[in-house]
C-alpha cells in the first residue's frame, strides 16, 4: 500500500500505530495515550514493534509500505480469513490472545528484514531470536487501561522529572523473559525522533493503496485533542535516572552508526492535539550537499556520519537531555512568580522540584519572606544565590503583570548555554529574574505571562570541544526541528516557539554572537481547562485564568494566512515581529476612521513608508503619552498589520472624513493583509491601537560618522577643514578638564569624572574588592577621584587628585583620536518624511527647527534653512552616491513640520532610496548645512552597477506561502533558515579594505557595495550568503591577501592620503601631544612656582634655594628606598608602607619667606608642593600618591563637616545624576539616538568586526569559528 510519508509527523504515527491495532488488533502501545514509564517490560515485543514501525516511518530510506502491505496479505491469507473478506473495523474484539501474539511475531519479523536491508546486514539486536519463536508463543500484556494517563485537578504531590522515567519496580515481569530477545548489555532504541523528516523514501509506486491505507488516509472528524498534562505529572510515575548514551557524552569518541541507547520514549509528546501538531518542512536546504571549507584548527572534531544517524543522535540528545527534558512539576495552586522562582533557583543549582520544596513550608506572602526561606534553604549547600527580581517586577508579576507605568509590564526570560565538556546534551538554561520592559502587542492581548524569551548561542560557532559532524549545518537543522516539532515543558506550561532572530546589540565590544527565540504557552497547570473554550480567548485575562490556545491559532490572529498567500515565507516570518515591536499603546481606533491611501501601479512610489495622520489624533497620542509641549511632528509606529512613519497633518486639513480623528495607511505601509480600513466590527481593541515606537524631538549636534569621510573627501576636498574640527575637538576636551581645575571645585571635578567616565564602565563587585584590598589608595583612577572628592579634595589644590583625574582625561583623549570624536556644529540625525503636498521640486528639501539653532562660532542663528546647500546621507554608507546635495527652501506650507526634514516625492527616484536604499518608514538621515562641508561637495551619479543574487552564490530560502501546508511547515523553515549567521559585517570589513586599497569608487567596491545591499535585508529577502560562497566571492575580489587599513592596525604604515589616516595619525595625535604638554605644566605648577621664587630670593640673598634643595634630597633619598621595596606584586610591604609614613612626616622648613610661612601653617600647600616636585622629577612615578593616600583623605575630610563611610557602603555610591545635570547642563547633553541608530541589520556585526581585525592573509577572527 502507499502509505504517505510526507509530512513526516508525530500525529501521522499516532494515527497509524491506532488503525493497526483497530484493524488487526494488535495492542500495539501508543505513545498519545501511553506513558512508556508505566510499561511493566520495556523489552516487550508490541513495544519494540512500535518502535520499529516508528524506526521505518521517519526513515529517509525505508518503505514502509511494502512492509504493512506484506502484513496485511499475510493476514487476510490466514485460515480465519479465508472466505476473502478484508479485515474490518470490529476485528479488534474477534482476535484471540494466541492470534494476537503471532501477528505481532510476523510483523515483528518484516520490520526486522526491512531494518537489516537498511544497516547492510546488520541485525538490530532488538529483534534478536525471533526465528526461535514458536508460532503460537504468548506474551502477557499489560492491561491497556492502566495505560492511560490520570490526572487530579487537586493533586498536590511533587514529583521531580529527571531525564528519563523508568520502569515502576514494583510492576510484575512477564513471560517474554523466556523468550531471550534482548540482551539486557545490548538495548537498541529504534526511535529515531523527527530526525529524518525531510525527504521522502521511496514509494512502490507500482501499487496502489490499499484499503486499509485509504481509510487510514481518509479525513479524520474526530476531534483529536486531549487536555491532560505530561506523564512526569503523574503521580504514579517512578523517575530516576538511567545512563542513557548522549552524543556528548564523551567528546573525544567518534560517533557511530548505530541507535544503540537505554533511554525509553519519555520524551516523546504523550499526547497529540491540535494545539501540539507537529509538521516539517518538505526538503533539506542545499547545505546538506555541500561539504564546506573547514580550518585545520578544526578538523579533529569533525565526526564522519551518515546524516541520518548524525540527526538522530542530536535530536535524542536534545529531546533527553535538552533545556526542556526535567520538567519541574509545580502545581497549578502555587503562584506563577513563585514558581517561576523555584524553578529558576532549582536549575541554578541544579536541583529537582521535590528537593526545591524539601524542608519547612513555604512562605507565599512576601518577596522577602520568600527569598529568606531561599537563603536558608537545606538544598543550598553554600551555594550562591542568584539575582533576586527588583520588588517592582516582583509585586507586578500578578494579574495582568503590568506595572503602573505606561506600557510596562513583567517579562521572562532567560538564556540557553552550550554544555560544558563535563555536561550531557548540548544546551542547558538559565531563567532570568523577573524584570520589567516596555510592552507589545503580543503581550498587551494575551499576557506578556504568556510569553517566554530565551537567548541562544550562535549554532554555527560552537565550542571546539563538541564532537562536530562532517556536514555542520546538521547542527543547525536539528535544533530548528527541535525547537518547532516538539512542545517544551517550563514553569508548568506547555510551549512552542514562533520566532527566532539574531540579537543587535548597541555595544561596540567584541561579543559571542546570540539569537533570541520568542515561545509562547498553549497551555499549562494553571489554565481553565473548561469544555467552552473560544479559540481566541478573550481580552485581559490574568496570569492566573488563562485557556488554551494553540500556537496556529495565535499566528492567524496576527496574519492570516489566506490573505497573505502571495508572500514568501521569509518575508511573512518577518512580520511578525509586528507583534513583538516594543511600543507605548495610545489610541484605539475604528476602521471608518482609517483612510486607505493607494500607491501608485504605473509610477515608482515615492512615500514608502510613511502616511499622514490627523492633528487631533496626534494630539490624543499626547494626551496618552504625556507630551505636554508642542505636538511632534511625525510618530513612528504601527497599527493593524502596517508600520512606518505617520506625519502630522496641517491644521486646515484638506481631508475630510467627518471626524478629527483618522490615518492614512498607504499599501507600501501595509505589510500584513488585509487593510484594516475594510475590517468589519466589532474588530480586535489591540490590532487597532496605534503603537508609538519613536516620535520627533527637538534635534542636537552630532559627531561626524567615519564612515561618511571618505566619500565626503571623494565628493569635495574636505580634509582640513575636518582637521580643525578634529583639533577643535580634542582642544574642548582638554578645555573642560582647565575649567574644573581653575574652578577649583570638587562638585565640577566629579561631574566631569562622571561625564568621562561613567560608573557603568566599572564593575562595583570588583571595585568593592580593590577597596578592601588596597586600604591606601585604589587603582581604579575614576573611582579614585571619586573618593577623593568624595574626602572633599579639589584638584587645584590638591596634586593627587589632578594626577588621577590627568589619567582620565588622557584616557578620553585616547578615545578621541582612536575612534575620530569630530563634532560638526551644523549637522544633526532627523527623520525624513515625503512632502504629503507636492510643493517641493526634485532638487528642494525643506527642514526647520523647533527652536533657535545656534553655532558656538556664530556661523549660524535660526530656526529654519532657506537658500542654503545642505548634504543628507543615510547610514550604512558605502558609495559615493550614498551623499546627496540638496538645496535648503521654506515652503509656507511645510511651515508646520518641525525637526524632521522633508524630502520631495516628484521626479523618478525618490530622494530616500538615492540614500544607500532607504525609506520613508523611520529612516533618519544625517544632515549637514556647514558651508565649509557642503560648499566644496559635488554629487555623484546613481551606481548603474547591479547584479543579481546569483553573481555573488547567493543562496535563495523563500518559499511561496502556497506551497507551504501548514504554519508548522512554516516555522520550521523559516527557523532553519533565521538561524543563520549573516555575513554582512565580514563583508563590510572587507569593504573597507578594498575602499582603503584602491578607492571608494573603484569596480571592486562598487560590486561589494552591491552585495551589501542584497544582504543588508537579507533575513526579509530570504537570501543568504553561505560560508563557502563568501570565501569563494572574497578569493574573486581579493586574490591577494589585503590587510587592514593603517587605522585598525598598529603595525601598518598610515597612509595620510587616506583621510582617516591623516586625521588619526597626523592631526589628532599631534593635537594629543600639544594637550599632554599643556597638562605638564599644569601638574608641575607649584614647584616651578616654588622654583620661580627661590631664584628670586637667591638674587636678594636668601636662603630658600637651599631649603628646596634639601626637599629634593630627602624626597629622592626616600624614593631611591621606596622603589627597591617594591617588588614584583606586592606594592605594600612592610618597608614602602613605612616609607610612605616617612613622607608624610618630613616637616616643613623653618624661615620667613612668604612661602615658608604658607606651608609651615598650610599641611595642604606643603604636601602639594611634595607631591608636585615628585611628578617633575619622575612622572611616570606614583610615589607621591602612594605616600600620600588614604590618610591624607582622611586628614581633609576631618577638617570639614564629614561623616566615615565604610568600604562596603561606598561601594554603592553613585552620582545624583540630576545634580550633575544641573551643573553641567549643556555639557552633558546625551541622546541614545545620536548616532542615528542602528537601524540596519548587522549594524552590531559590523562594529564588532572592525573593532577586532587582525592584520594579514585572508584570516580574520571569524573564519575559524564558523563551522559552516
Known amino acids: 500500500m502507499a502509505f504517505p510519508h510526507t509530512p513526516k509527523r508525530g500525529k501521522d504515527l499516532f494515527q497509524l500505530i491506532d488503525k493497526l491495532n483497530e484493524q488487526f488488533g494488535l495492542d500495539i502501545p501508543n505513545p498519545k495515550i501511553h506513558s512508556p514509564s508505566l510499561e511493566p517490560d520495556g523489552k516487550s515485543l508490541r513495544w519494540r514493534v512500535h518502535l520499529g514501525i516508528k524506526r521505518l516511518h521517519y526513515d529517509r530510506n525505508a518503505n514502509v509500505n511494502e ?45 526486522r528484514d526491512e531494518l537489516y536491508i537498511l544497516t547492510k546486514g546488520s541485525y538490530s539486536p532488538f529483534f534478536k531470536g525471533l526465528d526461535g519463536i514458536p508460532e503460537k508463543a504468548t506474551e502477557q500484556l499489560s492491561p491497556s487501561k492502566g495505560l492511560k494517563r490520570r490526572i487530579s485537578e487537586e493533586e498536590d504531590e511533587f514529583c521531580t522529572a529527571p531525564n528519563s522515567p523508568v520502569n515502576n519496580p514494583e510492576l510484575g515481569s512477564t513471560g517474554e523473559d523466556a523468550l531471550d530477545l534482548v540482551n539486557d548489555e545490548e538495548e537498541c532504541s529504534l526511535d529515531p525522533g523527527p530526525a529524518q523528516v525531510f525527504k521522502s523514501p521511496k514509494v512502490n509506486a507500482t501499487r496502489g493503496p490499499s484499503a486499509f491505507v485509504q481509510r487510514l488516509t481518509a479525513p479524520d472528524k474526530l476531534r483529536r485533542y486531549d487536555a491532560v498534562p505530561p506523564a512526569q505529572d503523574d503521580p504514579n510515575v517512578s523517575f530516576a535516572t538511567t545512563e542513557p548514551s548522549s552524543l556528548f557524552d564523551s567528546r573525544d569518541d567518534r560517533l557511530d552508526t548505530s541507535f544503540i541507547s537505554t533511554i525509553t520514549d519519555a520524551t516523546e509528546p504523550m499526547f497529540d492535539s491540535d494545539y501540539e ?23 579533529e572534531s569533525i565526526v564522519h556520519e551518515p546524516p541520518e544517524s548524525v540527526e538522530q543522535r542530536l535530536m535524542d540528545d536534545l529531546l533527553h537531555y535538552g533545556p526542556f527534558a526535567q520538567t519541574y512539576s509545580f502545581p497549578g495552586s502555587i503562584p506563577l512568580r513563585y514558581r517561576y522562582e523555584l524553578e529558576r533557583i532549582g536549575r541554578a543549582w541544579n536541583i529537582s ?172 497547570v494553571d489554565f481553565d481547562k473548561n469544555t467552552h473554550i473560544p479559540p481566541i480567548p ?75 495622520m490627523s492633528r487631533g489624533l496626534a494630539n490624543r497620542i499626547c494626551d496618552s503619552l504625556g507630551i505636554t509641549a508642542t505636538t511632534p511632528s511625525a510618530f513612528q509606529g504601527r497599527i493593524a498589520g502596517a508600520k512606518g512613519l505617520w506625519m502630522v497633518d496641517k491644521h486646515n486639513s484638506d481631508i475630510s472624513t467627518g471626524s478629527d480623528v483618522w490615518i492614512q495607511i498607504s499599501d507600501s505601509q501595509l505589510k500584513i493583509k488585509p487593510h484594516p480600513a475594510g475590517w468589519q466590527e466589532p474588530v480586535d481593541e489591540e490590532k487597532l491601537t496605534f503603537e508609538v515606537v519613536k516620535w520627533s524631538k527637538p534635534l542636537h549636534t552630532v559627531d561626524l560618522n567615519t564612515q561618511l569621510l571618505a566619500i565626503l573627501e571623494h565628493g569635495g576636498h574636505i580634509k582640513e577643514y575636518v582637521a580643525g574640527l578634529t583639533r577643535a575637538g580634542i582642544r574642548a576636551v582638554y578645555e573642560d578638564f582647565a575649567t574644573v581645575v581653575q574652578s577649583d571645585s570638587p562638585v565640577l571635578c566629579r561631574s566631569l569624572i562622571q561625564k568621562i567616565k561613567p560608573p557603568a564602565e566599572s564593575s562595583s563587585a570588583a571595585m568593592l574588592h580593590r577597596v578592601r584590598r588596597m586600604e591606601e589608595w585604589m587603582a581604579d583612577d575614576a573611582e579614585a577621584v571619586v573618593r577623593l572628592t568624595e574626602a572633599g579634595f579639589a584638584p587645584r589644590t590638591f596634586h593627587p587628585l589632578l594626577k588621577r583625574l590627568r589619567k582620565c582625561l588622557i584616557g578620553l583623549i585616547d578615545q578621541y583620536v582612536e575612534q575620530l570624536h569630530i563634532e ?304 614584583g606584586e606586592n606594592s605594600f610591604s612592610a618597608t614602602s608602607l613605612e616609607i610612605a609614613d616617612q613622607v608624610k612626616a618630613i616637616p616643613p622648613p623653618e624661615g620667613d619667606h612668604p612661602m615658608i610661612v604658607v606651608w ?109
Open 824 to 1127: 560638526v556644529p551644523l549637522s544633526t540625525y532627523a527623520f525624513c518624511i515625503a512632502d504629503p503636498y507636492g510643493v517641493l521640486k526634485e532638487d528642494e528639501v525643506h527642514f526647520g527647527f523647533s527652536s533657535n539653532w545656534r553655532d558656538p562660532e556664530g556661523q549660524f542663528e535660526d530656526n529654519l534653512l532657506d537658500g542654503l546647500d545642505v548634504l543628507v546621507a543615510r547610514l550604512p554608507a558605502h558609495v559615493p552616491s550614498d551623499i546627496q546635495r540638496r538645496r535648503a527652501v521654506w515652503k509656507p506650507e511645510l511651515r508646520h513640520f518641525k525637526d524632521v526634514i522633508v524630502f520631495p516625492t516628484v521626479g523618478t527616484t525618490p530622494l530616500a532610496h538615492m540614500l544607500s536604499g532607504g525609506d520613508y518608514d523611520g529612516d533618519m538621515p544625517w544632515v549637514c548645512w556647514d558651508q565649509n562641508i557642503v560648499q566644496k561637495f559635488r554629487n555623484s551619479d546613481l551606481s548603474t552597477m547591479d547584479y543579481p543574487a546569483e553573481h555573488f552564490g547567493l543562496e535563495n530560502h523563500n518559499v511561496p506561502m502556497k506551497d507551504i501546508d501548514s504554519w508548522d511547515e512554516f516555522l520550521q523553515s523559516t527557523f532553519t533558515f533565521n538561524l543563520t549567521m549573516s555575513n554582512l559585517g565580514r563583508c563590510t570589513v572587507e569593504h573597507e579594505k578594498i575602499s582603503y586599497d584602491e578607492s571608494i569608487d573603484s569596480p571592486n567596491a562598487k560590486e561589494l557595495a552591491c552585495l551589501l545591499s542584497h544582504l543588508v535585508d537579507g533575513r526579509k529577502g530570504g537570501v543568504r550568503l553561505s560560508e563557502q560562497a563568501w570565501r569563494a566571492y572574497r578569493k574573486r575580489v581579493s586574490p591577494r591577501a589585503r590587510h587592514m587599513p593603517a587605522y585598525k592596525d598598529p603595525s601598518r604604515r598610515p597612509k595620510l592620503t587616506n583621510i582617516i589616516d591623516y586625521l588619526r595619525f597626523e592631526v589628532a595625535r599631534k593635537e594629543k601631544d600639544d594637550v599632554l604638554r599643556l597638562l605638564e605644566g599644569d601638574l608641575t605648577k607649584p614647584w616651578d612656582e616654588a622654583q620661580e621664587q627661590a631664584e628670586e630670593d637667591r638674587r636678594e640673598g636668601g636662603q630658600l634655594h637651599v631649603i628646596l634643595k634639601n626637599v629634593t634630597q630627602e624626597i629622592d633619598d626616600l624614593f631611591d628606598r621606596w622603589t627597591r621595596s617594591v617588588t
Open 277 to 299: 501538531d507537529s509538521a516539517v518542512n518538505h526538503m533539506l536546504s542545499q547545505e546538506l550537499k555541500m561539504a564546506l571549507e573547514r580550518s585545520p584548527l578544526m578538523d
Open 538 to 612: 478573550p481580552a485581559k485575562q490574568n496570569s492566573e485564568s488563562h485557556t488554551p490556545m494553540s500556537l496556529d491559532t495565535l499566528l492567524n490572529w496576527h496574519m492570516s494566512r489566506d490573505d497573505n498567500i502571495k508572500q514568501t515565507n521569509c518575508k511573512l516570518f518577518q512580520r511578525i515581529s509586528l507583534g513583538l515591536s516594543k511600543t507605548f499603546a495610545t489610541v484605539a481606533l475604528k476602521p471608518t476612521q482609517i483612510l486607505h491611501l493607494e500607491d501608485p501601479e504605473s509610477t515608482q512610489v515615492m512615500n514608502d513608508g510613511c502616511a499622514l
Open 67 to 111: 512492509t504493512l502491505n506484506n502484513f496485511e496479505e499475510w493476514v487476510a491469507s490466514r485460515p480465519e480469513w479465508s472466505n476473502g473478506d478484508f479485515p474490518t473495523n470490529n476485528s479488534y474484539a474477534s482476535v484471540s490472545e494466541s492470534e494476537r501474539d503471532e501477528r505481532l511475531i510476523y510483523l515483528a519479523k518484516l520490520i
Open 1160 to 1268: 609651615r601653617y598650610s599641611k595642604d600647600a606643603w604636601l602639594q608642593l611634595l607631591a608636585s616636585y615628585s611628578y617633575k622629577k619622575r612622572p611616570g612615578s606614583s610615589f607621591a600618591f602612594h605616600a600620600l593616600g588614604e590618610t591624607l583623605c582622611e586628614l581633609k575630610s576631618s577638617s570639614v563637616p564629614s561623616r566615615s563611610v565604610v568600604n562596603e557602603i561606598l561601594a554603592c555610591y553613585r552620582v545624583n545624576q540630576k545634580v550633575v545635570a544641573r551643573l553641567t547642563a549643556t555639557d552633558m547633553a546625551d541622546d541614545e539616538d545620536s548616532d542615528g541608530g542602528d537601524e540596519y541589520e548587522g549594524a552590531d556585526a559590523i562594529a564588532m568586526l572592525q573593532a577586532t581585525q587582525l592584520s594579514g592573509g585572508y584570516y580574520d577572527s571569524d573564519d575559524d569559528l564558523f563551522v559552516e
Open 353 to 524: 522540584s521535590d528537593r526545591m520544596l524539601a524542608g519547612n513550608s513555604i512562605p507565599f506572602k512576601t518577596r522577602d519572606g520568600f527569598w529568606e526561606w531561599i537563603k536558608g534553604h537545606n538544598q543550598r549547600n553554600g551555594k550562591p544565590l542568584p539575582e533576586k527580581p527588583t520588588a517592582k517586577a516582583w509585586d507586578s508579576a500578578i494579574g495582568s503583570f503590568k506595572t503602573d507605568k505606561h506600557s510596562e509590564v513583567v517579562v521572562l526570560t532567560g538564556n540557553l548555554e552550550w554544555c560544558s565538556e563535563h555536561e550531557p546534551g548540548i544546551f542547558k538554561m538559565n531563567l532570568n529574574p523577573l524584570k520589567t520592559e516596555r510592552t507589545c502587542r503580543f503581550h498587551r492581548r494575551f499576557g506578556s505571562d504568556r510569553f517566554l524569551s530565551l537567548t541562544m548561542p550562535a549554532l554555527s560557532r560552537p565550542p571546539r570541544h563538541f564532537p562536530l559532524p562532517s556536514d555542520p549545518s546538521l547542527l543547525r537543522e536539528s535544533i530548528a526541528l527541535w525547537l518547532t516539532q516538539n512542545v517544551h515543558r517550563c514553569l508548568g506550561r506547555t510551549w512552542k516557539p514562533f520566532f527566532v532572530e539574531e540579537v543587535k546589540s548597541r555595544r561596540k565590544v567584541k561579543a559571542e554572537p546570540k539569537f533570541r527565540v520568542e515561545f509562547f504557552a498553549i497551555d499549562g
